[in-house]
C-alpha cells in the first residue's frame, strides 16, 4: 500500500515525520523544474536587459551618458526590490507563494514593455532613420513597463535559489554535498538563458525590430511560468517564520534595555528555549559566539522579564539562538559590502563594453555584423564552460591540497573571483589604449567605427565570466549557508543587493568622471564621440577600486568565523 504524504500544519510536506515523503519530494526531481524556470526567466530578462542601451540610444534619443546611467539605474533597482521578495517570503508567505505571486507581476511588465515597442502611439515615433523622437507619454509608458519588471523579479531573486537549495536536506550527508552542486547548476541554467539572450534575441532586436525583440523574451517568461508551477507537486516547503526584522530589532531593544547588565562568564546560563529545536519556525538552533557580545545582554534573565507560565516577553529577554540572528546579519555584512566594486566591474558589459563596440568593426565576413551587445554571449560561453569545469576537476583537484570538503572555503573561492576581475578591467583599458592609438595615428576622431575587429573584446568578456563561476556562485552557496534558517531569502536578496549598488556606485562613477572631466571646455572621458574621450582611463580607475577592494577583502575573510547550527529545523 503507497505511504500518503504528512503534511505541516501549514499544509507543506513533511519529510522528517514520514521519511516516504522523501523519496517522492525535493532532490534532483524538483530542482528540474526550478532550473528550468530559472534559464528561462534569465532568458526573458538578458533578452530584455542586455541590449537596452542601444534602445535608450536609438529609440529614446539619449546620449552615452543617460543611457548608460539609466541601464544601470534601472539594473540597480532590479537588484534593490528582492529585498521586498525576501521578507514577504521569511515573514508571511514562503518562497513558493511568493515566487508564485509576483511572477504575475513581471510578465504584465514584459507585455506592457512588448506593446510600448510595437504598438502604433506607443512605440517612440517621429523616427529618422535608427534615431526616434519620443514623446513623454511613449516615454513614460516604457518606463513604467521597464519597473514594472523590476519589481517582479524583485520576488523571483531572492528566492528561487534559495527555494532550490530547500530541495536539499541539510541533515542528510548525500543531499548536503549535492546541494553544493545545485548552486554551479543554478548558475549554468541562468546562462544557457543569457546565451540564448545575447545571440539569438540581440540579433532579432537589431536586425527584425525591437516589437519581435521584447516579445520573444516575453513568451520566454510565460514559459518560465508554466514549469514552475508544473512542479508544483514535487516541492519542499519551508514554513515561514515570522517577521525576520521583527527578531532583530527584538534583540536590539532587549540589549539596550539592559546596558547595565553583565553577562556571565558562563555563557551556558544564557536564556535558551528548553525544547531541542528552536522556538523560530524554520530554524535550527545557533551556538553562541563571542563576537558582538553586547547584544548577549538580551539573552540574560532578569527579574523584569515577565515570565509567566513559560510565556517571555520577546522585547525584554531574547533567546541564544535569536540574539546569534543579528550576530549572523552583522558578521555578513562586511563580506556583502566587499562584493559591490565586482558588482560595478560586472555592469560594465552592458554599458561600457557595449558603447566600447559599438566604435569597433563589427563585421563577420562581408554581409553580417554581430551586434555590439551580443559580444556578452563570450561571457556566457565562459561560464558555461568554467561552471562545470569548476564542479568536476577544480574542486576535486583542489580538495587534494585544501582538504575541504568543497575545495575552497566558500570566501577562498569568492577572493579567486576578485583578483580575475581586476584583471579584466585591464584588458579593457589596454584594447581601449590601443583603439584610441589607431584613432590619433590615423586621425579617425570623427569616424563612427574603425576598422578594429570587435572581436578583440573577446578576452574581456571571458575574464568577466570566469569571474562570475568564483565570485558570484561562491556568494550565492556562501549567504544561504551562513544565514539563519529563517532568514535565508533576506540573505540571498542582502547578496543581491550587492550588484544593486555596484550598479548605482557605476552610476556615480561616471556622473562624478564626466563632471570633473569636462572642465576647461574639454569632452570627459565618455563622451558621445568615443574616439575624443578616455574610455580607458575609466576602466583603469575599476581596476584600481578593485585592487583596494580586495585588499580589504583579504582582512575581512580572514577574521570571518563560519556558522554552527544546532538539530534540526522544525
Not at 551587445?373 to 561552471?387: E, G, I, M, P, R
Request: glycine share 8%; proline share 4%.
Amino acid at each position: 500500500m503507497e505511504e500518503k504524504d504528512v503534511y505541516t500544519e501549514d499544509g507543506t510536506v513533511d519529510i522528517h515525520k514520514n521519511p516516504a515523503n522523501k523519496k517522492t519530494t525535493g532532490n534532483w526531481k524538483a530542482c528540474r523544474f526550478i532550473l528550468g524556470n530559472e534559464c528561462c526567466e534569465r532568458l526573458a530578462y538578458y533578452g530584455m536587459g542586455t541590449n537596452l542601451v542601444n534602445y535608450l540610444e536609438s529609440r529614446l534619443n539619449q546620449g552615452n551618458a543617460t543611457a548608460a546611467n539609466n541601464v544601470t539605474n534601472w539594473s540597480g533597482t532590479c537588484y534593490i526590490t528582492p529585498l521586498i521578495g525576501a521578507f514577504l517570503a521569511d515573514a508571511y508567505l514562503g518562497r513558493y507563494w511568493t515566487i508564485a505571486t509576483f511572477v504575475f507581476i513581471y510578465v504584465s511588465g514584459m507585455t506592457l514593455l512588448t506593446l510600448s515597442a510595437s504598438v502604433p502611439g506607443l512605440k517612440p515615433g517621429n523616427c529618422n532613420g535608427d534615431t526616434c523622437h519620443p514623446n513623454s507619454g511613449q516615454t513614460a509608458v516604457f518606463f513604467v513597463a521597464l519597473y514594472m519588471i523590476a519589481l517582479g523579479t524583485g520576488g523571483i531573486k531572492p528566492c528561487v535559489s534559495s527555494f532550490g537549495a530547500d530541495q536539499f536536506d541539510e541533515n542528510d550527508e548525500a543531499e548536503k554535498l549535492k546541494k553544493s552542486s545545485f548552486f554551479n547548476w543554478f548558475y549554468f541554467s541562468i546562462n544557457v538563458g543569457a546565451l540564448v539572450a545575447a545571440t539569438v534575441l540581440v540579433y532579432i532586436q537589431m536586425n527584425v525590430g525591437w516589437g519581435w525583440g521584447f516579445g520573444v523574451p516575453t513568451v520566454a517568461m510565460v514559459i518560465a511560468v508554466v514549469f514552475f508551477f508544473l512542479g508544483s507537486r514535487y516541492y519542499r516547503l519551508q514554513r515561514p517564520g515570522g517577521s525576520p526584522l521583527t527578531r532583530i530589532f527584538q534583540v536590539i531593544v532587549a540589549a539596550f534595555r539592559k546596558v547595565s547588565v553583565k553577562v556571565p562568564e558562563d555563557k551556558s546560563l544564557l536564556f535558551e528555549t528548553a525544547d531541542d529545536e528552536s522556538n523560530i519556525t524554520g530554524s535550527r538552533k545557533l551556538e553562541h559566539t563571542d563576537n558582538l557580545m553586547f547584544f548577549d545582554k538580551a539573552a540574560v534573565e532578569s527579574h523584569s522579564d515577565s515570565i509567566k507560565d513559560g510565556e517571555v516577553n520577546p522585547w525584554r529577554l531574547c533567546s541564544v539562538t535569536q540574539v546569534e540572528e543579528l550576530k549572523s546579519i552583522i558578521t555578513l555584512l562586511p563580506v556583502w559590502a566587499s562584493g559591490i566594486v565586482f558588482a560595478t566591474v560586472y555592469s560594465q558589459m552592458n554599458t561600457m563594453f557595449v558603447l566600447q563596440g559599438n566604435t569597433m568593426d563589427q563585421h563577420m565576413g562581408k554581409n553580417f555584423e554581430i551586434p555590439s551587445a551580443s559580444l556578452s554571449l563570450f561571457d556566457t560561453v565562459s561560464v558555461l564552460f568554467w561552471t562545470p569545469v569548476y564542479d568536476q576537476f577544480i574542486v576535486p583537484f583542489a580538495r587534494k591540497f585544501t582538504r575541504q570538503e568543497r575545495g575552497f572555503t566558500q570566501l577562498q573561492r569568492m577572493g579567486i573571483g576578485l583578483v580575475i576581475s581586476i584583471f579584466a578591467m585591464i584588458t579593457a583599458g589596454v584594447l581601449e589604449v590601443v583603439r584610441l592609438d589607431y584613432v590619433k595615428t590615423h586621425n579617425a576622431y570623427d569616424d563612427k567605427k574603425i576598422p578594429m575587429s570587435i572581436f578583440w573584446q573577446i578576452p574581456q568578456y571571458l575574464l568577466i565570466g570566469c569571474a562570475e563561476v568564483f565570485t558570484f556562485i561562491g556568494q550565492l552557496e556562501f549567504f544561504y549557508d551562513q544565514a539563519p534558517d529563517a532568514m535565508r531569502s533576506l540573505c540571498s536578496a542582502l547578496s543581491l543587493t550587492t550588484v544593486a549598488l555596484g550598479n548605482y556606485l557605476s552610476t556615480v562613477l561616471v556622473t562624478v568622471v564626466m563632471k570633473l572631466t569636462k572642465k576647461n571646455g574639454k569632452p570627459g572621458w565618455i563622451p558621445d564621440n568615443l574616439n575624443r574621450g578616455h574610455l580607458d582611463y575609466f576602466f583603469y580607475l575599476l581596476a584600481t577600486l578593485s585592487f583596494l577592494n580586495f585588499l580589504v577583502y583579504l582582512w575581512i575573510s580572514k577574521r570571518y568565523k563560519y556558522k554552527k547550527a544546532i538539530g534540526r529545523a522544525h
